[in-house]
């Protein structure tokens, strides 16, 4: 079918105005006498509605038409006329408007406001909605900017393993992918499960050279960065975006058991270079929304939270801060003020002094540096002082803690003390180390929870919200 | 650091010519005599190597420079001088060289051949040889394409999930994703397994309205498209793009268990705008890669598959034929070629039938469609014959076929019949048919195997090497 879009018409209404034209769409209020009739017509291009205007004495259909439901799809062609004194800039005059599919009265989503939570159980239809349409567009068009961002600047998108042997960070939080039935797997002759059956092998203490043991089971992955700095050590300017895991039972509006993730690594940088790059790309994202969904982006912040628009600015427009984390310590402390957990020197920023500082002190973006060395991850550079390591995170007015990156521990040495302090296996990581004896040279990344960046362009705060089919705990409907 | 690439060198030499430049990346080759020596430097910009000139007089240390081997980290600065009459059109005269990172003697990656099989077991390094960092490099341009050519076109991207109860295809290869360990199970008092123990519930029979049952655990999912579809009825154009699953234990050079696939889904459109959109998204990504990886896909022409530029040629320039199964059928009989599988109305098409029919019958891509109802799934459109479907195959020469379409059913009555008919319950698909309850409407997809579309595009012919990290039977190192 040649049609014509919503958005096309919005955009130069001038060049289709007195023009036939066809468009297609899904009702959203229907009315009409015996006479004539509107439609509210939406095709998921744009959010307003286009007005049909369908009238007795020109079509034959006319009576089926009337006694459609709201979310029937109808395909109309007619002329474009522009109504420059009413509320809408133009409607269409049908010559013909055609049922593609009914409609039934009972139909879920109604002319009304329906709350989150019933909108979760219908995820099927609820991108129908004017929220949802727009936070699944502002999804989409964030996803593109990250990768136009990146492969404008030469990076190369590498799709890491979604099923593993590696457990990242060692956080243990990980979903296991098996073909084995555990209410009836199969055994051997003298009744212990059948290790043989496993689908990509059970290798207990296999130790490869240059490879990772596969301990019991292949898991769902928690991150592709350590697959993703073997990238970074060819190609110098890498970036991964996909799904990953956490078999986490939190049953919180910020925790899902899936979710998106961009993680961008390059050789040759320090965390100034890190850094960098980390402004340098949420502006490019948060402006490109911007300018690519200012309908969606005006919706949220009369409905949603308004602050939004004035926040996203802040981002584009600021020049991000930076503060050492020892120093970020002494601004909460001598702040004088009551926090629900006081602060000391070694233990984690909590959100009240993360927003402390990015709303209070600063009132723009921060970057916290260097980092107590033990409570940040085993792969992240120690610096001089050897006790804090080259780590970054940023925080960001309204929301907290967004971005966390760091640079890479390069020397072996100290990476395989790390390791061992860490209480893992350097045997288990050999293919890791080897990036540090072949070549390994300064490198850092970062990553970024892209369901947090979406809820935090949108003001939307339940993460269920911002996935198309969320999985949680208990759940993994659709 | 502040440093140019090479690939930025050898697009504007001139530009660069007699200035002091900073560059940075990894030897691929090094020889040196008492006084002065070369290094072929690679930075993973592009294919060709930067020579950079090191002398003893102008380095404090030469010695140590001369000493390091194949596979170490370098930054360079220097004088970029023209060489109009040497092999190479330029080089780097060092002012400075630093060595960011050593290697050792033994370095896997010599300046040798080495076998594909070799190189897999060192899959984080293999990316460092010309042909990797060439296959990954389209890999990660044709996936830009790809979300270029549906953006530019309006399309919304879905994140479709991984974790699923859904079994799209009813073709039940499915992985369980689980965090119960079958080798020691939660039990209830009585011996069993204690279900209550399973992430997402382990809810058999239970059927929701309007949701799908988790019949026994969660999956991972084999395609994204029933899923997709739910946001067709309501964006009108959208795309998948991610990973997915296959747990076949077939181990074969076709075949891995996780791979990555795209699945576009279009509203009020029938087989032939599905086939329209077919083929100016495969001429866009082709024409894009060419344009963007000349050097990679000459390297592929060289030294794998000296037809592969006439073939992605005809891809881009050839206007596709179209061909119904029937007729394709009547042609390979009256071939009167033998064929290893002798074909009869109503089986599938063997890689025999399809290359007969794209290379010799036709020359150029071909679109195979209407196929038998009993060899296809479910959810495609029945034709009014009865006994075909909506269905559609693209074949290219060289490898057959390449993308798999169809018009789907909206029609719930002839929906609910297929369901029955391939052995699935309605129940189960309530969500599903929802969307032909409400508003249902025309509407057709494909799906594109972004590894196959690789292997077309390389000449690579084992899917292991166009995967960075390949999960198979039996493997999921690294």
Chains 1, 2 share one sequence.
């Not at 509320?87 to 009972?106: C, I, M, N, R, Y």
Request: proline letters at 4%; glycine letters at 6%.
């Amino acid at each position: 079918m040649k049609r014509i879009t919503i958005k096309e018409l919005f955009a130069e209404p001038e060049r289709y105005a007195d023009q036939t034209i066809t468009v297609a769409g899904w009702c959203r209020a229907i009315r009409a006498s015996n006479t004539f009739g509107f439609i509210d017509l939406n095709d998921g291009s744009t959010l307003p509605c286009l007005q049909v205007v369908f009238e007795a004495d020109r079509l034959d259909n006319y009576k089926e038409i009337a006694r459609q439901n709201v979310g029937a799809a109808f395909a109309a062609e007619g002329v474009l006329v522009l109504t420059p004194e009413a509320k809408q800039p133009f409607e269409l005059k049908a010559t013909s408007v055609t049922v593609e599919g009914t409609s039934t009265p009972d139909y879920p989503l109604q002319k009304k406001r329906h709350s989150d939570e019933f909108l979760r159980t219908i995820a099927h239809l609820r991108p129908r909605t004017n929220k949802y349409e727009a936070v699944f567009r502002v999804r989409s068009t964030a996803a593109y900017a990250i990768h136009k961002f990146f492969q404008e600047r030469n990076f190369v998108y590498v799709h890491t393993p979604i099923i593993t042997g590696s457990d990242c960070e060692g956080a243990g939080e990980m979903f296991r992918v098996t073909t084995i039935d555990p209410d009836d797997p199969p055994r051997t002759e003298d009744g212990k499960v059948d290790d043989s059956k496993y689908f990509f092998g059970k290798a207990t203490n296999r130790t490869v050279a240059g490879q990772l043991n596969v301990e019991t089971y292949a898991m769902l992955t928690v991150s592709g960065q350590l697959n993703v700095e073997t990238y970074a050590m060819a190609f110098a300017k890498v970036y991964t975006f996909g799904p990953t895991f956490r078999a986490e039972k939190s049953n919180t509006p910020r925790h899902a058991a899936e979710f998106w993730m961009m993680e961008p690594e390059i050789a040759f940088a320090d965390l100034n270079d890190d850094m960098e790059l980390i402004e340098a790309m949420l502006k490019y994202v948060v402006a490109y929304v911007m300018k690519e969904c200012p309908r969606e982006l005006e919706l949220f912040n009369r409905f949603i939270d308004p602050e939004l628009l004035t926040r996203l600015r802040n981002i584009v427009e600021s020049e991000f801060v930076r503060v050492s984390y020892t120093e970020a310590v002494r601004l909460v402390k001598e702040s004088g003020l009551k926090f629900e957990y006081p602060l000391e020197w070694g233990m984690d920023l909590q959100t009240e002094h993360e927003r402390f500082l990015t709303e209070q002190v600063f009132g723009k973006p921060v970057f916290v540096t260097d980092w107590p060395r033990d409570i940040k991850a085993f792969y992240m550079r120690v610096n001089d002082d050897g006790k804090t390591v080259a780590a970054v995170d940023l925080l960001v007015p309204g929301v907290g803690e967004l971005v966390g990156g760091s640079q890479r521990e390069e020397r072996i040495d100290v990476l395989n003390e790390s390791i061992r302090k860490f209480g893992l296996r350097e045997e288990d990581y050999g293919w890791y180390t080897d990036l540090r004896r072949y070549g390994g040279t300064k490198h850092a990344g970062f990553g970024l929870g892209f369901e947090r960046l979406i809820m935090y362009m949108t003001g939307i705060s339940n993460i269920r919200d911002v996935e198309a089919f969320p999985r949680v705990t208990g759940s993994a409907d659709f």
